[in-house]
């Protein structure tokens, strides 16, 4: 097996508000640790749409 360098996913950046007390809990949780707020926030929300579509409630409502 040969090595490939990795690519980057496309993103886009998005503008969102987040509660202070919240920001104050994920940055005690991620404090000392090789992860950024971004990076846990991207991890945190997949694993919610992970969640909710093995639910099967994918595809409802805003």
């Known amino acids: ?4 360098i990795p ?3 496309p993103t ?3 503008t969102i508000r987040f509660p202070n007390d ?4 994920v940055e005690a949780l ?3 640790r ?3 707020f971004s990076a846990f926030v991207i991890a945190a929300v997949r ?3 992970e969640e909710v579509e093995a639910e ?3 595809g409802g409502t805003r």
């Open 1 to 4: 097996m040969s090595f490939k």
């Open 7 to 9: 690519s980057v996913p």
């Open 12 to 14: 886009t950046n998005k």
């Open 22 to 25: 919240l920001i104050d809990r």
């Open 30 to 32: 991620i404090c000392n």
């Open 34 to 36: 090789e992860c950024t």
């Open 47 to 49: 694993a919610a749409v």
């Open 56 to 58: 099967g409630h994918a």
